[in-house]
């Protein structure tokens, strides 16, 4: 089993729908949580650190479950520039390899006009 | 302030020939990762620099790649006898404590 899996979509929605992404981490030790984009060759870009009492920045939310060991990210009113994968993240919080990150394979989004 | 740069930016290669590629983390940050993405794929762990810690290479596909970091600092990733499965955009980043891992532009590695 994968360390941290996603659902791989492809994601199409319109413009200005609410999409939800989940994903799952296996390693309980795990201590910090992040989603970040990358945009088609391009290099990944944080997008939100996940709290555990969750969080939102504009229209994406961040939630996490640490009992579930799930995590989502919700995005609103979605705009063509949304358009990218987003990839889960996990941190390691202890023993080997302390602070190492994990990359889930990424969720493709498409909003389309 | 620079970024995490990579060189070279793209690589041709020849199969069987060896590549070193090559990572400027930001200044001061002390742990460094180097992962590839091939085309479609997800990113792929290859070797985590923390500190003065031995590294983890867990990730490291084959005894053919290696990887070391010189003064704390410039990160080279070698492949040795390429084959044409190594193909991929090879990422550095570099992290400072618990703030964003910064990625590089990414190497673009064809064998052909």
């Known amino acids: 089993r994968k360390e941290v899996e996603q659902d791989p979509g492809p994601f199409n929605v319109p413009e200005g729908a609410t999409v939800a992404f989940n994903c799952t981490y296996s390693?309980?030790?795990?201590?910090?949580f992040f989603w970040y984009r990358q945009d088609c060759r391009k290099e990944p870009k944080l997008l939100m650190s996940?709290?555990?009492s969750g969080n939102e920045d504009g229209r994406f939310t961040a939630q996490l479950n640490r009992a579930s060991q799930y995590i989502s990210l919700l995005i609103r009113d979605s705009k063509l520039s949304d358009s990218a994968t987003y990839l889960c993240?996990?941190?390691?919080?202890?023993?080997?390899?302390?602070?190492?990150?994990?990359f889930g394979q990424g969720t493709i989004l498409t909003v389309h006009p | 302030g620079a970024g995490v740069s990579q060189s070279p930016s793209n690589k041709v290669t020849e199969k069987g020939k060896d590549v070193e590629l090559r990572c400027d983390p930001i200044?001061?940050?002390?742990?460094l990762y180097w992962y590839r993405q091939s085309l479609g794929q997800g990113l792929e762990f290859l070797i985590y620099?923390?500190?003065?810690?031995?590294?983890?290479k867990s990730g490291l596909p084959s005894d053919r790649f290696s990887a070391e970091r010189t003064g704390g600092s410039v990160s080279t990733l070698t492949i040795q006898r390429t084959q044409q499965e190594d193909s991929a955009v090879y990422l550095c980043?570099?992290?400072?404590?618990?703030?964003?891992?910064?990625f590089g532009p990414g190497t673009r590695l064809t064998v052909l």
């Open positions: 993240v996990v941190k390691r919080g202890g023993g080997t390899s302390y602070g190492k990150l994990t």
């Open positions: 390693n309980s030790a795990s201590q910090s």
């Open positions: 996940v709290y555990s």
């Open positions: 200044s001061g940050h002390t742990a």
């Open positions: 620099f923390q500190g003065n810690s031995a590294p983890d």
């Open positions: 980043a570099s992290i400072q404590g618990y703030n964003e891992q910064f």
